[in-house]
Every structure is written in C-alpha cells, then in structure tokens.
C-alpha cells in the first residue's frame, strides 16, 4: 500500500520540525560554549579565514597550501575538543544533532545507483501509518526492560519468567546476525504480551521495521483485502510488508475464529517469513494441546522447528496489580 499525498506530507513536516528543533538546540549549545569557554569562538572563526587564506595561495600556483590547511584544521579541531572536555562537555558537543543519523533526519537515505531510498525511520513511520500501529507504538513505548519487574512471578512461576526474558534480551542483542523465532505461551496475564511489546520497543529504537498485531486484527486485514474487490489491488503490498518487515509480532494468537482460511493464511505467513530470514514473535493464551487441535499439524510442525518456545506461568499480573 501506498501513502495518500496527505500522509506523506504530514511525515515530511514532521521531519522538518525534527530538523527545526536541533538546529535551534545546536545554536543554544554553540552560544553557550561561546559565552563560557574563552577562546573557542575565535578558533572556530579561525577555520574561515585560514579556508579563504588557502584558497588565495592555491590559485596563486602554492602546491602545499591544501595540506598546510588540512593541517591547521585538525590542530584547530584538537584544540576545540580539548576546551570542551576541559569544560566538562562531551567532544562532539557541536557537532550536527540527529535523531537519526541514518538520514539526518531527511527520511531518505543514498541507496545504489545514486537513487534515494526511504529510511529505516520513514518506513516505520509508513507502518505505524498504514497499518494504525500509533495506538501500539504508545503501548509498547511503556513496555520495555528497564520497568521489566521479577516481583509478580513468585516461587516455581519466577524460573520459567526469567528464562523467557532472557530468550528475549538474547533475541535483541543478536538480533542482526542470528536469525531466530520466539513463542511465548502460557496462562493469562504472566507476561507475554509485555515481553513481546519490550522486544518491539527494542529493535524499532534501534532502526528496525516492526509491525505489531493482534492475531484478530492481521487476519481481519487479510480479509479485507482478500475478499473486498475494491481493496484487493493492496493485498500484494500488504503481503509484502507483513512477510519482508524485519519483525512481525503476533499477539493473542488463538482470539481469532480459526477456519481453512485463517490456517492457510497462518502458514503462509510463518512459511514465508521463514524463507526470507525474518524473525517473528507470537504470544498465545493457548497450551501446546489446544494449539496442536486448533491448527493444521503442518502449522504445528513448523511453530516447534522453527521457534524457540517460552512458557509462562502463574497468576495474571494485572490482577495483582489492581
């Protein structure tokens, strides 16, 4: 699927204030450092003149006054760093802010051939769009592993907690070289779904495409696309995005009302995404009998030898805590 002309424009603007705000914190840091550290504008005024000063020589026919400047520019710049930490301020204190560096907050990067191509925070942004993942992405902002607690999960229930968030932290930390799946299931409320939300969290922080459903809604959108005419000609694109984002996460699977339809869809996601090496995470309220009889054997078959299975266990968390 594609952006309205709408859509796009709103996230461009949002690059722009994106671009706006650091420019502005850049300015107030590098007034700052001019206001406090004596010396440190005069040197950065210094690289102009010297700039100009070999330009001059050089078309004089001076063969060595690039690497005279070259020189003097690295001297200049040793000198800035060293104020700055003398000054109790990080080195790159002025250097350019980015909340991606990827892009430099353009939302394009140089891909080959010379063509530009959507970065990775554009594309999750198109998701988060396209898909009405906002609602998830505020959800899942709260549900990360610095508020990750062991207190609910008491006795012979803290083992198998604790073995699945380190699946988890595993799961992110090698995460670009060691592709893998994860299967969280187990009673209500012990866990899985904040698991699966932390790991989200996670890998969209660090550059990721991610998408995020309920098992209800992404086979309500298969559906939808599938069997409204007016809406089929964004089933391929839809496909696309579910089978190549870099994490798919399937929360609640089970919630759904399984037919012919629902399993060859479930197998042809796991299947594909397998294929091309993209992780996906699944949480179910269900047992392993209950998922054995509720799905296809081949769906079975593929879910045990290609997941790594975490059970939970225990009394629901959000009981507790009320």
């Known amino acids: 699927m594609a952006l309205t002309n709408s859509q796009y424009e709103a996230i ?10 650091n ?36 078309l004089s026919g001076d063969d060595g006054a690039l690497s ?23 080195e790159n204190y002025l250097e350019p802010v980015y909340d991606c560096p990827d892009c430099q907050d353009t ?33 899942i902002s709260r549900e990360n592993f610095s508020t990750l607690s062991y207190d609910y999960h008491k006795g012979e229930d803290l083992i198998p907690f604790k073995a699945a968030v380190s699946a988890s932290l595993n799961f992110v930390q090698k995460f670009k070289e060691d592709y893998h799946n994860l ?18 969290n996670e890998l969209i922080k ?18 939808y696309y599938s069997f409204d005419s007016k809406e089929k000609a964004k089933l391929h694109s839809f496909y696309e995005d579910i089978y190549g984002c870099d994490l798919l996460v399937i929360d609640d699977l089970g919630t759904e009302t399984t037919n012919a339809f629902i399993n060859s869809q479930l197998f042809a996601c796991i299947n594909e995404r397998q294929l091309r090496r993209n992780a996906t ?42």
Do not use: W
Request: one cysteine or more; glycine letters at 8%.
């Open 23 to 58: 420019r502005s914190l850049l300015a107030s840091r590098q007034e700052k450092v001019y206001r406090e550290l004596s010396g440190y504008e005069e040197l950065a005024d210094s690289v102009s003149t010297l700039s100009v000063a070999a330009a001059k020589m050089v």
């Open 107 to 139: 939302g394009y990067t140089d891909g080959s051939g010379g063509r530009k191509e959507k970065c990775h925070c554009f594309r999750q942004q198109e998701i988060s769009v396209l898909y009405d993942q906002s609602n998830i992405r505020e959800t």
């Open 68 to 90: 005279r400047l070259r020189d003097s520019l690295k001297e200049i710049s040793r000198k800035q760093k060293e104020l700055l930490v003398g000054a109790g301020y990080p």
């Open 183 to 200: 299967f969280f299931y187990g009673t209500v409320g012990t866990g899985k779904s904040f698991l699966s939300g932390c790991i989200a």
């Open 206 to 223: 660090r550059g990721y495409s991610v998408i995020y459903f309920s098992a209800l809604n992404l086979f309500e959108c298969l559906a």
């Open 281 to 322: 995470v699944i949480s179910t309220n269900l047992n392993l009998e209950e998922l054995q009889e509720r799905y296809s054997d081949r769906i079975f078959s593929r879910l045990t030898s290609s997941f790594t299975f975490c059970k939970l266990t225990g009394a629901d968390i959000r009981i507790s805590m009320l």
């Open 12 to 21: 461009m603007r949002g690059y722009e204030r994106t671009q706006d705000t």
